[in-house]
């Protein structure tokens, strides 16, 4: 089974740039969500998505936004990059409903650098 | 409020010693548990889950973890450390009471092990 996939690997953009970062889940599950984590720190969180609709988000301002798509797949814009935005961002998916206990599957991530 | 928490930044043990990661946490239902692991650039990766049942669950690469409802704890074991077991672990919970988002994870304890 194919697991969580993220792309691209690396991104290099311009402070003032935008960035969009991809994520597929794992097949069968509904639920996305993605984490910014600098300098091998903690995980911070920023969006969940599930069933196509944001359910919840992080204390990030407004210009780190996103979607998820009918196939579940999902798409982290960051507008306006500031070089503080440089940062490992991370996609994870779970299963949703009565039945999951929502452990999270984690892809390997997109390096953002922002120069 | 929904808590946990990562006494420690980081832990040093010899190889083949045996090695303890502490993780405390507060939820007011009942705890969903989990152990992550980060190693080096990479994506987290799932360990084990504590949901209900017996108080020490078994995970990936020898690891365990012993669930205290007394003593609100979910501390990761490994009998013996090996020099490949040296990452970034989280520790993480999730409130099985409520419905939506509701996954914390902690700041994360660095394992070092030295040979």
């Known amino acids: 089974e194919a697991g969580v996939t993220q792309s691209p690997t690396h991104l290099i953009k311009t402070r003032g740039q935008q960035a969009t970062l991809r994520c597929s889940p794992i097949?069968?599950?509904?639920?996305v969500y993605w984490y910014q984590q600098a300098l091998g720190l903690g995980l911070q969180f920023l969006l969940w998505y599930d069933e196509g609709e944001e359910r919840n988000r992080g204390n990030f301002p407004p210009r780190f936004s996103g979607r998820q798509f009918p196939n579940y797949s999902s798409e982290l814009n960051v507008n306006a990059l500031e070089l503080e935005d440089s940062a490992l961002y991370l996609c994870?998916?779970?299963?949703?409903?009565?039945?999951?206990?929502?452990?999270?599957?984690f892809g390997p991530g997109t390096r953002l650098t922002v120069t | 409020a929904q808590s946990v928490a990562q006494p420690e930044d980081q832990v040093n043990v010899a190889e083949g010693n045996p090695l303890t990661v502490k993780c405390t946490y507060s939820?007011?239902?009942?705890?969903?548990l989990f152990w992550y692991v980060q190693y080096p650039n990479r994506g987290l990766q799932f360990l084990l889950k504590?949901?209900?049942?017996?108080?020490l669950v078994k995970g990936s690469y020898g690891f365990e973890a012993e669930f205290n409802k007394s003593q609100t704890s979910f501390h990761l074991k490994k009998p013996s450390a090996l020099v490949s077991d040296s990452a970034l672990y989280f520790c993480a919970v999730r409130d099985g009471n409520t419905g939506g988002f509701k996954t914390i994870f902690g700041a994360g304890t660095r394992l070092f092990v030295k040979a």
């Open positions: 994870a998916s779970s299963e949703q409903g009565a039945l999951s206990s929502y452990e999270q599957y």
């Open positions: 504590y949901i209900t049942g017996d108080n």
């Open positions: 097949s069968g599950h509904t639920s």
């Open positions: 939820v007011s239902g009942n705890p969903y």
